[in-house]
């Protein structure tokens, strides 16, 4: 069979946790033996692409110009017919040439990126499957809820403001942001009726999708790799911990900086040795605003070449993750290596871990920190969560569980065969 995916993104350069879903979607249709095409919308390419993608045809496209998303912005988003989402990438040329391309090489059956690109692959007249990543509408109304200030909705973008602007700007954030939460609700479900499948990658979001839209909506996350051996967790240094991510996506920042200004000082006072080690990109004015290296405690690494290495050698990892939707590939990829992880509820949102089973929980810095000694003084208990961790990361994120759930999709979305999976697997 022949896919072509449609592509809101260039799928290569710098590692995101939706390219990972990307890389997982183009790696299980070509275990199962399909033919991938790539038809992606960016402005540019870039040539550092993971090894799945050797070999797969990627045309580029470019993506609708300021203008004309301007127009379907005035016609269609205020109108409540399309959300902001889909008016970014929407268009006839877009559509045009998606159309053609399905034409051009007998294209089977198309998959979507995301809600952005839903019209221009149902446009096709090809069989669909929407792969929504996260519900956006109820990513957007967590933002909006986490107070009034118009930071939290303009993130980086506030830092960039004069401040006499920072006030009335983030105003009309939030108002755009609460229209688009309200479009995107019923956007979301029309789609999932409109297609021949849906899925998502959490498996809490994939089911209340499938309660709103009353349709089969399966649960579709990336793989991770998973280490011939787990890490040796009980004989590394009992106060460290490791956190991944860029710093430069702000959920990562709030993450970190949150723990740096709130958590870190409760746990050098119950762990004088405590480090956090930070592995991802770190852009130098934010290194400078988390204190650098003059913050005892906190350990700027930035990137790193081997992370299986980094993640072997230490206690923890720890997720202090405040915002988001959706399953966190950093969090995945610790359980796997068998590192135990500390974390507030959102960071395990999606992996079905079982507080003091699977992971250790907390919401307030004294609960997290429990958690950190806890593992520091009983390195039998971090192994043997760890080994928990593991096991259920292999369960429900090694690449042949991926490439199953992906057979299931393609054969209702080409046969309208196969059972929702839109259940976290045991």
Not at 179 to 197: D, T
Not at 298 to 313: I, M, S
């Amino acid at each position: 069979m022949r896919v072509l995916l449609i592509a809101a993104r260039d799928p290569g350069g710098r590692r995101a946790g939706r390219k990972q879903v990307l890389a997982t979607a183009v790696a299980s249709m070509r275990t199962l033996g399909h033919e991938v095409h790539v038809l992606a919308f960016a402005k540019e390419l870039d040539e550092r692409r993971p090894d799945v993608f050797t070999g797969v045809p990627i045309v580029r496209h470019p993506p609708p110009g300021l203008a004309r998303v301007a127009l379907s912005a005035a016609t269609r988003f205020t109108t409540g017919r399309a959300s902001l989402n889909e008016c970014l990438y929407d268009a006839p040329d877009t559509r045009a040439a998606a159309r053609s391309y399905v034409a051009e090489h007998g294209i089977d059956v198309v998959v979507a990126d995301t809600v952005r690109t839903v019209a221009i692959a149902t446009g096709t007249g090809a069989p669909v499957v929407a792969d929504l990543d996260d519900l956006l509408s109820d990513r957007y109304a967590q933002l909006l809820r986490r107070g009034s200030g118009g930071a939290n909705v303009l993130g980086y973008y506030a830092e960039s403001l004069p401040g006499p602007l920072r006030p009335p700007a983030g105003a009309v954030a939030r108002r755009v942001l609460g229209l688009e939460a309200r479009v995107l609700r019923r956007r979301e479900a029309l789609v999932a009726r409109s297609v021949a499948a849906v899925s998502l990658v959490g498996a809490p979001e994939a089911a209340e999708l499938q309660r709103r839209a009353g349709v089969p909506v399966d649960c579709l996350p990336m793989s991770v790799p998973i280490p011939t051996e787990p890490a040796d967790v009980a004989a590394q240094p009992c106060a460290s911990a490791l956190f991944v991510g860029g710093l430069d996506y702000h959920p990562n920042f709030e993450a970190v900086a949150w723990f740096a200004d709130a958590v870190l000082p409760v746990a050098r006072a119950a762990l004088p040795d405590f480090e956090l080690h930070v592995v991802g990109h770190c852009p130098a004015d934010v290194a400078a605003e988390l204190g650098g290296h003059d913050r005892p405690g906190l350990v700027l690494r930035g990137y790193v070449d081997d992370l299986a290495a980094e993640q072997r050698a230490h206690r923890a990892f720890v997720a202090p993750i405040r915002s988001g939707t959706g399953v966190k590939t950093k969090v995945v990829e610790a359980m796997a290596a068998g590192l135990p992880v500390v974390s507030t509820r959102l960071g395990i949102d999606g992996t079905g871990a079982v507080d003091g089973e699977h992971c250790l929980l907390g919401d307030t810095p004294q609960a997290l920190v429990a958690g950190l000694v806890r593992l520091a003084q009983d390195a039998a208990e971090a192994a043997r969560i760890g080994a928990a961790a593991r096991s259920l990361a292999i369960a429900g994120f090694a690449p042949d569980v991926l490439a199953a759930r992906w057979e299931r999709t393609l054969a209702r979305a080409t046969h309208g065969a196969g059972a929702p999976d839109a259940t976290q697997p045991t």
